[in-house]
């Protein structure tokens, strides 16, 4: 295993990983795009030396994670959920008669809920769409 | 098009040679922005029909390299982009008043 292979997998991973943030739609392709400049990039000889195109190419597929943005639909969904908490929150301070185990507990569940759905959202669950 | 610091370099480039076609990693390195800049932006442009993409075609001597995807302005963008370039050269001159206000430096979209 070379230090270029060894970057050009990390490297993939994580662009793998942005494209799982994208819609369904746009996923191979973009995928497709990014992971075909990685060469250029850790084979650049304009750039000296190796290790800074080995930082170039990790930059180039970490910043990825940057350039996506939620579809607005998905952000509209997570601000309801987000907003329903603070509703459940609010509703069980006011009328939980001091019952902390069981706010807790509920608290506990609704948060096991909510991340299970943001994975299932993120593609990272039994999502067919992975890009490779 | 909102004519920030990064979208400018883009144009800029892309006018050196408008006929040339560009991928990604070289519009970054010639425009000095990050990819997490110019992918989005580049997704924009092409949304509003300045940009054109076209994945490259598979070559022999590729050596296993996966093909490239480039990007070339349309006839519409070329037009565009001189003009928006042009309007910039002159409200950054010195007898027409200050530079515009564009933001943050390389985290521009072309919004």
Same mark, same amino acid.
Do not use: E, K, M, T
């Given at each position: 295993v070379t230090l270029s292979s060894l970057i050009l997998g990390l490297a993939e991973r994580m662009i793998r990983l942005a494209c799982l943030r994208l819609p369904e739609a746009d996923r191979d392709e973009r995928y497709r795009e990014w992971i075909a400049e990685l060469p250029a990039i850790l084979y /650049?000889? /304009?750039?000296?030396?190796a290790p800074r195109r080995a930082l170039r190419a990790l930059l180039f597929a970490a910043d990825q994670h940057r350039g996506i943005r939620l579809p607005r639909a998905t952000v509209s969904r997570f601000l309801d959920i987000g907003a329903g908490f603070v509703a459940t929150f609010n509703l069980l301070v006011a009328?939980?008669?001091?019952n902390e185990v069981l706010l807790i507990a509920i608290l506990g569940l609704l948060s096991v809920v909510f991340t299970s759905w943001q994975f299932k959202m993120s593609g990272r669950w039994g999502n067919k769409a992975d890009p490779r | 098009v909102k004519l920030t610091n990064a979208l400018e370099r883009v144009l800029r480039v892309f006018l050196e040679d408008p006929q040339a076609d560009r991928y990604g990693y070289d519009l970054m390195k010639a425009a000095k922005i990050a990819s997490g800049t110019l992918y989005p932006m580049l997704a924009r442009l092409q949304d509003e029909g300045l940009v054109n993409s076209a994945w490259e075609a598979p070559r022999p +001597?590729? +050596?296993?390299r996966p093909p490239r995807k480039y990007y070339r302005l349309t006839g519409e963008g070329v037009r565009v982009a001189r003009l928006e370039l042009a309007q910039a050269s002159l409200e950054s001159s010195p007898a027409t008043g200050s530079r515009r206000a564009t933001g943050r430096p390389a985290t521009g979209s072309a919004q």
């Open positions: /650049d000889s /304009d750039v000296r030396p009328f939980g008669g001091g | +001597d590729a +050596d296993g």
